[in-house]
């Protein structure tokens, strides 16, 4: 079975890479699975861990993650799409490899937000930095 990881974010961008992922696999890789993942970055400003409880943290952290998955599940459910759907919390760029690798996904599928190459190069890049990190081909989807 392929496996294919798909990062999602709730983006326009995000929906595109999860059409394109199931358009691979309606498009024969039919024993293919799909992995659903969004990642929060942790909320690191200031002392918040000195007024906010861990479990209060762990809850946001939940519901942002539901948030942006539920479009990419109610995709891949319409389409009857074998997947699962995952919430990591960290570094964006590194989860999504990192995750890739424990699940030995043999594709990175993540879309990319459309920013011009100045405003890519001042703010940096999620999807380049996936690029530049992972062992396995990305395919970055705009």
Not at 4 to 11: H, K, P, W
Request: proline letters at 3%; aromatic letters at 6%; glycine letters at 8%.
């Amino acid at each position: 079975m392929q496996k294919i990881l798909v990062a999602v974010d709730g983006s326009k961008s995000a929906k595109k890479a999860v059409e394109f992922a199931i358009d691979l696999v309606q498009g024969g890789k039919k024993d293919a699975k799909l992995y659903l993942l969004t990642v929060q970055p942790p909320i690191t400003f200031g002392n918040i861990k000195k007024f906010v409880k861990k479990k209060a943290l762990e809850g946001y952290y939940e519901d942002q993650g539901k948030d942006a998955l539920k479009e990419a599940r109610d995709l891949a459910e319409k389409e009857k799409i074998d997947f699962s759907a995952h919430i990591k919390v960290g570094p964006v760029a590194e989860a999504i490899v990192d995750f890739a690798k424990d699940k030995d996904c043999a594709l990175i599928v993540v879309g990319t937000r459309g920013l011009g190459k100045l405003a890519g190069m001042l703010v940096g890049s999620v999807a380049m930095r996936v690029v530049h990190l992972s062992a396995v081909p990305v395919a970055l989807v705009k």
